[in-house]
Nanobody, 122 residues
Framework: QLQASGGGLVQAGGSLRLSCAAS????????MGWFRQALGKEREFVAA????????NYADSVKGRFTISRDNAKRTAYLQMNSLKPEDTAVYYC?????????????????WGQGTQVTVSS
């Protein structure tokens, strides 16, 4: 029900925009989040947005560089990633929360997309 796309290979300092398209009942009343998992590391929170887009949360490591947004009419969430660093390399997952709020906790997300690979070369 969630399809993430937009990943790829980019040089350090470059930008990518990830998209997360929702289908079915998912999205309209759900907070949305992005998480990432680097090879050999645990999944970590990246950014989240409430369903009204009136509240956002960011991990300290991406604050000021990444921007989460959503278009409820298109049932799509986005993650604009600027000034990318090699340490941003990971598989990025979008997720839809049980509730309409933005949350940093993976356990509060009901649905997960398949992930899209982001690789940042130095």
């Amino acid at each position: 029900q969630l399809q993430a796309s937009g990943g790829g290979l980019v040089q350090a300092g470059g930008s990518l925009r990830l998209s997360c398209a929702a289908s079915g009942r998912t999205f309209s009343n759900n907070g949305m989040g992005w998480f990432r998992q680097a090879l050999g590391k645990e999944r970590e929170f990246v950014a989240a947005i409430s369903w009204k887009a009136d509240s956002t949360n960011y991990a300290d490591s991406v604050k000021g560089r990444f921007t989460i947004s959503r278009d409820n009419a298109k049932r799509t969430a986005y993650l604009q990633m600027n000034s990318l660093k090699p340490e941003d390399t990971a598989v990025y997952y979008c997720a839809a929360a049980y509730r309409p709020y933005s949350s940093r906790l993976a356990g509060e997300y009901a649905y997960w997309g398949q992930g899209t690979q982001v690789t940042v070369s130095s």
